[in-house]
């Protein structure tokens, strides 16, 4: 398939935002942890759905369980940007790029390169003791025995993740919305636009063209100037590449 018409809004547009979800990351072997795999493993190990695991209520009152599912579930530490990235990180490159929100938290975008990311659900790179405030690595959550403590104050220490029953960062959150509310063109990828308030943004956008890369269909295609269903990262990195 060609993606010339994708090239072509690329081509003519100088503010591009691009908006993803867990599709983006899961061609660098990050699995969704909604999918049917993720549900089944949280369901048979601990009981729960895995949003009941990652949310406020579970994380207080069940610390142990929470955080030895968020270690084997929600971090990759080994994993590598993939073509979508890294073609996101050439555009912001060229100027034409700028911003790029996503409800990831595994820091691929930065690593990639990319300067100007809007996390709006955190990232697992980054924790917090909830006492004292001191920063910690990822390598302290992966490397600690049952419930991570500040070695400062022997605090405990929360991920910087937006966890279910949490409100987003307003700061955070601001700049993600002034990006698309001022975007010429806004693309969105890997994401099936059902998880609020982010999937909201969409209807923040009041540019020129909305472009919709997903495998599978959207509520929102109908909405969209173009529509591929196809690889987020061939989609992207073919179209960069042809500019």
Sequence with gaps: MSYSELTQILRENDNIVFFGGAGVS??????????ENGLY?????????????????????????????YKENLIFKDAKPNKAHI????????????????????GLH???????????????????????????????ILESKGIPKCEKCSGLIKPDVVLYEEGLDDEVWSGAYKAVASAQVLIVGGTSLVVY???????VFKGKKLVLI??????????????????????????????
Excluded: W
């Design 26 to 35: 899961t061609e660098s072997n990050i699995p969704d942890f909604r999918s």
């Design 41 to 69: 493993n949280a369901q048979t190990k601990y009981g729960v759905s895995p949003e009941t695991i990652i949310s406020h209520t579970y994380f207080v009152n069940n610390t142990e369980k929470f955080y030895s599912y």
């Design 87 to 106: 073609a996101l990180a050439k555009l912001e490159e060229m100027g034409k790029l700028k911003a790029i929100v996503t409800q990831n938290i595994d």
């Design 110 to 140: 930065q690593l990639a390169g990319s300067k100007s990311v809007y996390e709006v659900h955190g990232s697992v790179l980054r924790n917090y003791c909830t006492k004292c405030g001191s920063f910690y690595g990822v390598d302290t």
């Design 197 to 203: 308030p982010a999937a909201g943004l969409v209807n």
């Design 214 to 243: 997903n495998k599978s269909n959207t509520s929102f295609d109908n909405m969209a100037d173009l529509v591929i269903h196809d690889s987020i990262g061939k989609v992207l990195s073919e179209a960069v590449e042809a500019l």
